[in-house]
Nanobody, 125 residues
């Protein structure tokens, strides 16, 4: 059974940094794509960043470009999301998601096969 476990969330002041981790139960290179999503209360789940296994290409939502960085450690089967210059509007539950095969745009939640339980990020202004 595939498991994705997020960690690293917390409370931080605006301008601060956090690093989220997503630990997978197996080889992360088996997945076509691993992404970070977030969902704030009353809002839809939105894609934040993604990394593809084959090309190692990375993609970001416009709202986080230049502030967030997605990376992976293959030996640890872990994907990270380094978040710098955090803003109040970054407050949300952050989820890790993985999909087995190419499913089109990385921003479509329905294309992912596995989801973690989430880790809360709260940014105070």
């Amino acid at each position: 059974q595939v498991q994705l476990v997020e960690s690293g969330g917390g409370s931080v002041q605006a301008g601060g940094s956090l690093r989220l981790s997503c630990a997978a139960s197996g080889d992360i290179l088996r997945y076509n794509c691993i992404a970070w999503y977030r969902q704030a209360p009353g809002k839809e789940r939105e894609g934040v960043a993604a990394i593809y296994s084959g090309s190692s290409s990375t993609y970001y939502a416009d709202s986080v470009k230049g502030r967030f960085t997605i990376s992976r450690d293959n030996a640890k089967n872990t994907v990270y999301l380094q978040m710098n210059s955090l803003k109040y509007e970054d407050t949300a539950m952050y989820y890790c998601a993985a999909r087995n095969e190419y499913g089109g745009s990385w921003k479509v939640p329905l294309t992912y096969d596995y989801w973690g339980q989430g880790t809360q990020v709260t940014v105070s202004s």
